[in-house]
């Protein structure tokens, strides 16, 4: 649910939100909130628009991007089909953080799916983006609005400190309330599995369907845009078990590495030596809508290496132990 008081702060502004949709006609590039994260628009319809999100954000084309709609109403044209399971995800998740993969429809270039023959789809969550995206009319490619491999933005001063010029606007809807990317269903064939877990929950899926959802282990195999490295901070993160976590940042502090920890709630009172600490919330949702603030904090405040452990895999447990995985995932040689 999204927090009203937040959202006050983003009182649709009339005037800002035509000038931005003025600015996706001309194939230009808007980021906007939605409650996951923010996203980098394009006109989906527009295959050098779409380009141009590609370079700004340093991403290889072959990485398929989200098409936002206002409605499922809107789904024709942009899918081809819609099973009867894909359907019922919709009517019960959208507006809401949950992308289905299904068949290409006609109206999306094989830009914005990255050459592929399947298109991912989802009805955000946040007055700001469902008003761009009524002014609009249209489909917004929108990709998270960071470079390449980082961590995604859920302010709009993270949106400018990373993408600074390279976008034409930026609409500011205060803090993201979920926090962490929309969680990505395959729903092109008869068995529907989870592509990446978020901000809805693999429990609240099944139980909307009455039955158990795979996650496929070679999903990150088969999915372009899915590499061992992303949402990374600058910093090194290494991931240990809870009761470790203290013992190895200090550890690492006195060899000389300047550590920030993530310090899991049931150690709140230890006294830690290292260079940076974070107590993190003992909520799951609490701690998914700040994860990427703590990541960027860190990284500020001079860390070079982030020690934490990943949360059971319950609830939006399960992706933010997805993204602490991926950010402590191998890097590309640079
Ligand atoms: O919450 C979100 O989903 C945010 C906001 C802005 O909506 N968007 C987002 O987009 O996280 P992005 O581009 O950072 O991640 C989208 C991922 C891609 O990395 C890719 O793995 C997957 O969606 N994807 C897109 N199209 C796909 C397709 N046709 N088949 C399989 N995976 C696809
Ligand atoms: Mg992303």
């Known amino acids: 649910d999204i927090d009203s ?15 931005a949709a003025g600015v996706l006609r001309g194939g230009g590039l808007v980021a906007f909130p939605t409650e996951t994260v923010y996203g980098l628009g ?3 319809a527009d295959g050098a628009a779409v380009t141009r999100v590609f370079q700004a954000k340093g991403r290889p084309p072959s990485h398929p991007l989200i098409v936002h709609l206002a409605g499922a109403e809107q789904l024709g044209g942009w899918v081809a089909d819609v099973s ?11 507006p809401g953080p949950l992308t289905l993969v299904l068949r290409r429809g006609g109206r999306v270039p094989l830009e914005t799916t990255g050459g592929l023959e399947t298109v991912a789809v989802r009805v955000p969550a946040h007055p700001v983006a469902l008003a761009l995206l009524a002014a609009f009319g249209g489909g917004i490619a929108a990709p998270s609005a960071n470079r390449f491999g980082s961590v995604s933005p859920t302010t709009a001063a993270h949106v400018r ?8 606007v930026v609409l500011d809807g205060g803090c993201c309330q979920v926090g962490v990317e929309s969680t990505i269903v ?6 529907l599995s989870i592509l990446r877990p978020g901000g809805v929950t693999r429990e609240d899926l099944q139980a909307a369907l009455g039955r158990p959802l795979a996650v496929p282990a070679t999903s990150h195999i088969r999915v372009p845009g899915q590499h ?12 240990v078990e809870p009761d470790k976590v203290i013992a190895e ?3 690492a502090q006195e060899s000389g590495r300047q550590v920030g920890v993530l310090l899991p709630p049931a150690f709140a009172d230890a006294e830690v030596k290292a260079h940076a600490v974070v107590a993190l919330p003992v909520s799951m949702p609490a701690y998914a809508r700040e994860l990427y603030a703590f990541l960027r904090e860190l990284d500020q405040r001079g860390c070079d290496l982030i020690i934490a452990s990943p ?12 993204r602490l995985r991926r950010a402590a995932g191998p890097r590309p040689a640079v």
């Not at 400190?161 to 034409?168: F, I, S, Y």
């Not at 395959?186 to 068995?191: L, Y």
């Not at 061992?228 to 991931?239: E, I, K, N, Q």
Request: no cysteine; proline share 4%; aromatic share 4%.
């Open 228 to 239: 061992a490295s992303h949402y990374a901070p600058r910093a090194r993160v290494v991931l």
């Open 249 to 251: 940042a200090e550890r």
């Open 161 to 168: 400190a990373e993408l600074g010029d390279a976008v034409d």
């Open 186 to 191: 395959d729903a092109t064939g008869e068995a």
């Open 5 to 19: 008081a937040a959202v006050d702060r983003a009182a649709v502004d009339r005037t800002a939100i035509d000038r």
């Open 84 to 94: 009867a399971p894909a359907r019922l995800l919709a009517e019960r998740f959208w």
């Open 42 to 44: 394009a006109n989906a």
């Open 311 to 322: 949360p059971a895999e319950q609830g939006m447990g399960a992706a933010i132990a997805n």
